[in-house]
């Protein structure tokens, strides 16, 4: 009994592993949205110019998790110093947090957005991207299997995904873009 106990876990350790890198090669789905900056941006059309990468979320629980990233994001890949400093970070890649309005959820879109523009932290406007529509191609194409977490995707230049993760942030997360980005 004890063994069919570890062959289950080990089992769906392997699943969920698995089941988070299967996307890894395949192209990003185009994913259009607005800006706090009231403007239309496609990803990963306008963005195959660098790494990019892309936290979604479509719930409320999944939105607040999403907001465990802000700051070691920011702080790592947004972020540029005024004045040189040590072990600053020189990354140049394109940073984008979806809030995704579907369902019945899009009527209230216009309503979020605004009070978004003056409750969110200037530094991250431009890393805000608002997606309205439908949410099967998402789940689809990107495994998305629990609405209650975020999703985490790298990006290459031509839009291929590199790299997968979900939940609230953790430094070993980090870590693991940061060596994707780093090769």
Known sequence: MKNLYKTTI???LLFFAHAGKSQTGSSFPILEG???LNKTLT???DTKDKFTLVGMAWSKKSEEALKSWFIPIYQTFIYKPTKPVLFASEYDV???FVPMFTGVKKAAYKTVI???KSKTDPKLVPHIL???GELKKFKEKLAFSKKDIPYFFVLDTD????YTTSGKYSDEKQEEI???LDE
Request: hydrophobic residues 50%.
């Open 10 to 12: 080990l089992f769906t």
């Open 34 to 36: 607005e800006t706090l």
């Open 43 to 45: 990803i990963p059309t």
């Open 94 to 96: 394109n940073v984008f």
């Open 114 to 116: 605004k009070k978004m």
């Open 130 to 132: 608002f997606y309205k």
């Open 159 to 162: 839009g291929k995904i590199v």
């Open 178 to 180: 940061e060596a994707i």
